[in-house]
């Protein structure tokens, strides 16, 4: 009879516990998942953080208004996720909706409906009238997301704030991620970096049939879709909108790193800031590959400084591979470097002919600590010390290529110098550039040089990068006015070297002349 009792009791505490994480029906699993009605249920989630594949099904709408002015009016909803326990569970919203979001956590980071997604899946959900705001990573969704799903997600009439880096209108940050059939509706405005209309910042993730209609303002890195891409490949999305405010500037991407990919996608609306403004991609530094094709732009640009263009503001280094197949419509304006499809292609080398490589002889001290020996016998500690050379060196990157073809362009284009109607300034060439390698650990250093050795306190090691960089520039079409003072061009307003073929343009040039500057040409 005790065992019994003691069973049964046992089997009590299972319920209560159980009963304690979710209130609901379900267990969890895929077939049986846990099953949310009510506010309360959606906020016990949070109970289950850190462990893996937990299944929730949303039943019916809710609306969080009410739950949230009865248990923290000030703050509203605390996200589902921290940075130390992350939501790693499944959450079907079953085309249902969240509505009535609000968050005020300026001082936070990690602010969303969930804070923090990890191997996570959110899918077909809609949040609607949402207000979100905190510090650092900040999206309606979720602030920060990793090796997660997000899949047939609307977000509508909301707004998402922060006060420093990473906000979005979905998710604020995002790593290996896959964001596929997603709208976002509402407004975004931050005051710092990596602002975008699904993601402000994202790394080694792939977007698919996306969609951002907001007004966007933020500080440096700002996209209508992505504020700056590492790694990125997105395909048919659009973003409609402005975008103002900062430099990198661009109606897909704000600021594009190593291997990105953007096909078939457009913005359409008004882009203002200072530098590196472009219709598609602000700004592509130098490093990786991007590949731009099949976009348009549709609005109008304008910057207060240099590096603007229809599709991109400009690309360093030899870091873009193509632009093929897009459109620009709509007036451009910027201080110089400034064209229809790219305001500067710029290749970051310098000439040196004269280089001088450095061996260096390095010696290293290692401590092996005091030890006894399974004898017992006592080793004092000692040092030892080798000795191995390192030197500067060469590599031949050989050549590269940048391809803009079959583009068209309708604007007027007003600029101080280096104007075109489809390339500002192509700053190509052949040279070398160098990257170094500093502060490297040795107890003793000497560096040869013409056979000289001598003792040295600091060793910065130099790779020499030798290669070249040029454009193919073929099938491009331009209409409008060119308006500028100098290296105006119908097609470049100036060009190094490289391959130009088959374009066409349309171009009114006007020259612009102050009155005293005609008087001294006279």
Not at 249 to 261: D, E, V, W
Request: glycine share 14%.
């Amino acid at each position: 009879m005790k065992r019994l009792l003691l069973i049964w009791a046992l089997f009590l505490c299972s319920l209560t516990a159980a009963f304690a994480q979710f209130s609901g029906s379900g267990s969890g699993t895929k077939d049986d998942p846990y099953l949310i009605f009510y506010a309360e249920q959606l906020n016990q989630m949070r109970n289950f953080l850190g462990k893996d594949s937990v299944y929730f099904k949303l039943m019916s709408d809710i609306d969080l208004t009410n739950w949230i002015e009865e248990n923290n009016p000030e703050q509203g909803w605390q996200p589902i996720g921290v940075g130390s326990s992350h939501f790693k569970g499944i959450f079907i919203g079953n085309q249902h909706s969240v509505s009535g979001l609000k968050i005020n956590r300026s001082s936070e980071d990690y602010v969303g409906l969930f804070g923090y997604l990890e191997n996570a899946t959110i899918t077909d959900l809609t949040i609607s009238d949402a207000s979100v705001e905190g510090r650092v990573s900040v999206g309606v969704l979720s602030g920060r997301a990793i090796n997660s799903i997000l899949k047939d997600l609307i977000i509508t009439s909301s707004s998402t704030k922060s006060s420093a880096d990473y906000a979005g209108g979905i998710v604020g940050s995002a790593e290996n991620c896959k964001f596929e059939e997603i709208q976002y509706d509402g407004n975004i405005e931050s005051s710092s970096n990596n602002i975008g209309g699904i993601v402000g910042f994202a790394r080694n993730s792939d977007f698919a049939n996306c969609s951002n209609s907001s007004n966007i303002t933020g500080g440096r890195a700002v996209g209508g879709i992505i504020g700056q891409g590492y790694e990125v490949s997105i395909n048919n999305v659009k973003a409609t909108g402005n975008i103002k405010k900062g430099d990198y500037l661009g109606g897909i991407i704000g600021y594009a790193r190593a291997k990105c990919s953007i096909k078939n996608s457009y913005h359409k609306g008004n882009i203002s800031g200072t530098e590196r403004l472009g219709g598609i991609v602000g700004y592509i530094p130098s490093e990786g590959e991007v590949a731009i094709d099949s976009c348009w732009s549709w609005g109008e640009i304008n910057g207060t400084s240099d590096y603007v263009g229809g599709i991109v503001g400009i690309s360093e280094g030899g870091s873009l591979k193509e632009i093929t197949r897009c459109n620009h419509f709509g007036d451009i304006t910027g201080k110089c470097y400034v064209g229809g499809i790219i305001g500067n292609i710029k290749f970051i080398g310098y000439q040196n002919n004269n280089m001088t490589l450095q061996t260096y002889s390095l010696t290293v001290q290692n401590w092996h600590p005091a030890s006894h020996d399974q004898d017992g016998k006592w080793y004092p500690g000692y040092y030892t010390y080798d000795t191995y050379n390192v030197s500067d060196e060469v590599v031949q990157e050989g050549n590269k290529y940048v391809t803009l073809s079959n583009n068209l362009v309708i604007s007027n284009i007003t600029a101080c110098s280096y104007v075109g109607g489809i390339i500002g300034y192509d700053l190509g060439g052949s040279g070398t550039w160098t990257s170094t390698t500093s502060n490297l650990y040795y107890y003793k250093a000497y560096r040869t040089t013409n056979g000289t050795k001598e003792p040295v306190s600091n060793v910065t090691l130099i790779t020499y990068h030798q290669g070249s960089y040029s454009a193919i520039i073929e099938n491009n079409i331009f209409s409008g006015e060119i308006s500028g003072k100098f290296n105006l061009g119908g097609i470049i307003g100036k060009k190094y070297c490289g391959i130009i073929r088959k374009n066409f343009s349309n171009a009114q040039l006007l020259v612009q002349i102050r009155l005293e500057e005609l008087l001294v040409l006279r």
